[in-house]
Nanobody
């Protein structure tokens, strides 16, 4: 059974930083992309960043580019999202997801992702 478990969310002031973690288990992810999405109240779930599990470059949405960095530690079966220079508009529930290694998943096509975590809340105060 595949499990993606997020952690690291919380309350932070604008300009601050947080690092989210996603612990993955239940299958081999070598041909998968790991992504982070977020959903603010009343809005659709949107793509933040993605990275191939094994090797390759990451992708990030324009809204977070230069502030958020996605990375992986294959030995720990964990994917991270380092979030710097946080803004109030970054407030959302952040979800970890896994999908087949394709350009579409790397670019954040949400419907192509097979597995989702339960989410972790990030709140940025002004």
């Amino acid at each position: 059974q595949v499990q993606l478990v997020e952690s690291g969310g919380g309350l932070v002031q604008a300009g601050g930083s947080l690092r989210l973690s996603c612990a993955a288990s239940g299958r081999t992810f070598s041909n998968y992309v790991m992504g982070w999405f977020r959903q603010a109240p009343g809005k659709e779930r949107e793509f933040a960043a993605a990275i191939p599990w094994s090797a390759g470059s990451s992708y990030a949405a324009d809204s977070v580019k230069g502030r958020f960095t996605i990375s992986r530690d294959s030995a720990k079966n964990t994917v991270y999202l380092q979030m710097n220079s946080l803004k109030p508009e970054d407030t959302a529930v952040y979800y970890c997801a896994a999908g087949p290694l394709t350009l579409r998943t790397l670019r954040g096509r949400r419907d192509d992702y097979d597995y989702w975590g339960q989410g972790t809340q990030v709140t940025v105060s002004s």
